[in-house]
């Protein structure tokens, strides 16, 4: 047992595990330190273990794209961020538009589930394109013509967004419900001006 494990060992799994373990060790000694301090209260605290859980969900969900793209056809695919990146930056838009409009703090459910629904039907749709058009034709052919397939597919999709939606940076409008605020029963003032929204650059 201990000799197949000395064999699967390789001098590299030491060297990433003592790195690990430095990492490790830093942060538990900079936490104990920082909670000792006590610089921050428990509601900075709980600020900090969420905006961690949401940080990390969003890496979590592009790391598990990025495995199942190489698990199933073995390949790595480049333009992953951009077919993520593409849903929700279309989405900003629908958002700004339903802001503008009212429409976003009056009914924010709705407006929720309709981001939500616009930003997976874009990813999705983008996704599916760029799989028939760029990448099955090239399921036979040696492996780096889809790699380098996958990487000119990541710089066309970076500057057709660019192009689309200009590269400043994008904030999504606040809903008032996630801040404890929620008129019911209000009445929207102005059209639901989605269709005419001009994008940015």
């Known amino acids: 047992m201990l000799k197949q494990l000395k064999e699967r060992i390789t001098p590299t799994d030491v060297i990433m595990w003592l790195i690990g373990g430095a990492i490790l060790a830093l942060i538990l000694i900079g936490s104990t330190a920082t909670?000792?301090?006590?610089?921050?209260?428990?509601h900075h605290w709980f600020d900090f273990i969420i905006f961690g859980l949401a940080q990390g969900s969003i890496y979590a969900l592009i790391a598990m794209g990025y495995t199942m793209v190489y698990g199933t056809p073995r390949m790595i695919n480049f333009a992953h961020s951009e077919v993520f990146m593409s849903g929700p930056y279309t989405a900003y838009y629908f958002a700004a538009a339903m802001n503008s409009c009212g429409f976003l703090n009056e009914y924010p459910i709705i407006s929720l589930i309709v981001i939500f629904i616009i930003s997976m039907a874009t990813s999705t749709f983008i996704a599916v394109l760029l799989e028939r058009v760029a990448y099955r034709p090239l399921r036979a052919a040696p492996r780096?013509?889809?790699?380098?397939?996958?990487?000119?597919?990541?710089?066309?999709?970076?500057?057709?967004?660019?192009?689309?939606?200009?590269?400043?940076?994008q904030a999504y409008p606040v809903v008032k419900i996630m801040e404890g605020h929620w008129m019911i029963g209000a009445s929207v003032s102005c059209g639901f001006r989605l269709w005419s929204l001009s994008l940015r650059h």
């Not at 909670?35 to 428990?42: D, K, N």
């Not at 990487?151 to 689309?164: D, E, K, N, V």
Request: aromatic share 20%; no cysteine.
């Open 35 to 42: 909670l000792r301090a006590g610089s921050y209260s428990a």
């Open 144 to 169: 780096l013509i889809p790699l380098i397939t996958a990487i000119g597919a990541s710089f066309f999709l970076q500057y057709t967004f660019r192009g689309l939606y200009g590269s400043g940076f």
